[in-house]
């Protein structure tokens, strides 16, 4: 496999990645999103350090829907 068809395979995936890293940030800094555990900043770099799981985490069960 050349340079430029591993580019071509890996760009849909570290966009994805950062489109979802993105929603997930901006869902939490919305001012009336409750999440679980009461701790933004925590899932905030759980979000960010976590890498693909971290957003996913956040969107399935962070959130709080009370």
Known sequence: ???????????????????????ALWDLVKPERKVRGESKLMWGLIIVLVGTIGPILYLAIGRDER
Not at 5 to 11: K, S, T
Not at 13 to 19: D, L, S, T, V
């Open 1 to 23: 496999m050349t340079t430029p068809q591993l580019i071509l395979l890996i760009l849909p995936i570290i966009a994805i990645e950062i489109g979802l890293t993105l929603f």
